[in-house]
């Protein structure tokens, strides 16, 4: 302990629209990591060459040449301080350049990256040793070209993979010193189910979030604490790539079931939408799926969602994904079948609309209410869901101001195709024996009421 100097530096807030706003954020991060090193402009050892870089880029006055060198220059000051090698630790090497891939810069942030982590780890006389952590897999990544004596270790290895989570024994001691005990299976569900080698483990972060929240209240219950410090941009980006074959598989793995994929653990993110092999594999690699098994005969791996937390996240960025579609996809003849009372027309453009989307509730009726809800919403009608009306509570109304219009939707689930007819002509009964239309006759022009009925991805309107 103590006998080396360590730099920590985390690239995790390096963001940005363009290459401006991230390097003016890349500046920022190696502005605060030289205040917090400023003892080194004292050191009688020092060259003062060095320390006129190591003061531009603690002001932020740096150029991309500085920023490149940023990292060993404040490697070769410590050394000189101490008179020791340095230990460089660096946390989230690759968020920068995930973040420029997604955004459209991503030569020029791979340039200042490659060549900040290049000089620091290649012939570097003032390294002890350095660990790196990221989602990609180090030695392929194309910023460490040239540089040798890397050892790997992804989610996949057997080495050290218990100490990348929490294990069941870990948590069992948690609870009990927390007297909490009672709380395990649902701690289980929510944030356990990642297979890191041999072991299964806990999410960290995840865990003592929530036995924090229970210490304060009891009743507290699991929330996706992951999803609030991720923009899950990964999965938006892998579901807007979607393709009806790889639509079906999402919709296996949030409905609870798992799937055989190719894993390529050696890629770069240039590379991440060249293929669905990729993108399954970028899935893995970033946690949002986990393996039930080794690879089989044909270098396959069976994945699924890990737990509900990612699940969860699937759902929301699905439900979200959804309603952008929607907002952009031309609904005017669906809008205009309504309003003018065509049932047969409301069918066709729903069930195509059903077509495009992912299913996320396995086809159970609140995925449907969702659904139909999503669709006016996204149009700026004005929707109600689950209120009052009548006798009752009616699913979905939709309130048309232009016209002086009121629709009224009751949607049933059928369980085979042939009820479809029989459903429909319920739902259509039910808002009638509960008079949800009455409270809107006096005011508004005309009352619109359809009966709905869904079985998977087709549907069957009526309307009276």
């Not at 980006?237 to 790889?246: L, N």
């Not at 919709?251 to 993110?269: F, N, P, R």
């Not at 939709?398 to 085979?416: L, M, P, W």
């Amino acid at each position: 302990m103590n006998q080396y100097p360590t730099l920590f530096l985390s690239l995790k807030d390096v963001d940005g629209t363009t290459f401006e706003n991230a390097f003016n954020m890349l500046k920022f991060v190696i502005s605060s990591l030289c205040s917090q090193n400023s003892y080194l402009e004292t050191g009688e050892n020092i060259r003062e060459n060095e320390k006129d870089i190591f003061s531009r880029l603690r002001s932020q006055t740096a150029s991309i040449t500085d920023i490149k060198g940023s990292i060993v220059t404040i490697m070769n000051m410590m050394q000189s301080y101490y008179e020791k090698p340095v230990i460089l630790l660096i946390d989230e090497y690759d968020v920068p350049i995930a973040k420029a891939s997604n955004n459209g810069y991503y030569k020029e942030m791979l340039e200042v990256i490659k060549g900040m982590l290049s000089t620091a780890l290649k012939d570097n006389s003032s390294l002890k040793f350095a660990v790196i952590t990221g989602c990609l897999k180090i030695a392929k990544e194309s910023i460490f070209t040239g540089t040798n004596n890397f050892v790997s270790d992804t989610i996949s290895s057997t080495r050290y993979n218990e100490y990348y989570g929490f294990t069941q024994q870990d948590v069992d001691k948690l609870l009990a010193d927390a007297e909490i005990e009672e709380k395990a299976d649902l701690i289980k569900e929510w944030y356990d189910g990642y297979n890191f080698g041999e072991f299964e483990v806990y999410c960290p972060w995840d865990v003592m979030n929530y036995l924090r929240d229970l210490q304060n209240d009891l009743n507290a219950r699991p929330v996706s604490y992951w999803k609030n410090t991720s923009d899950n941009a990964i999965i938006r980006s892998f579901i807007d790539y979607t393709g009806a074959a790889i639509r079906k598989k999402l919709e296996v793995l949030i409905a609870g079931g798992s799937i055989c994929q190719k894993i390529e653990e050696d890629l770069t993110y240039d590379y991440l939408h060249s293929s669905e092999d990729n993108l399954w594999s970028i899935l893995y690699l970033t946690g949002y799926l986990t393996k039930v098994g080794e690879r089989d005969k044909d270098d396959q791996i069976e994945l699924r969602i890990p737990n509900k937390e990612v699940k969860e996240i699937f759902e929301s960025t699905v439900r979200k994904w959804f309603e952008d579609s929607a907002r952009v996809t031309n609904r005017k003849d669906l809008f205009d079948a309504v309003w003018n009372k065509d049932a047969d027309k409301v069918t066709k453009e729903i069930s195509t609309l059903l077509r495009m989307t992912i299913s996320y509730y396995d086809y159970r009726e609140d995925f449907y209410h969702a659904f139909l809800a999503g669709i006016f919403a996204g149009a700026g009608y004005s929707v109600e869901s689950n209120r009052e009306h009548g006798e009752g509570r009616s699913d979905i109304v939709i309130y048309n101001d232009v016209t002086g219009q009121v629709a009224v939707f009751e949607a049933k689930y059928s369980r085979k195709l042939e009820d479809l007819e029989k459903d429909c002509q319920k739902a259509l009964d039910q808002i009638n024996t509960k008079m949800y239309a009455k409270e809107f006759e006096d005011a508004y022009e005309e009352v619109l009421c359809y009966g709905i009925a869904f079985y998977k991805k087709r549907c069957l309107v009526k309307s009276k």
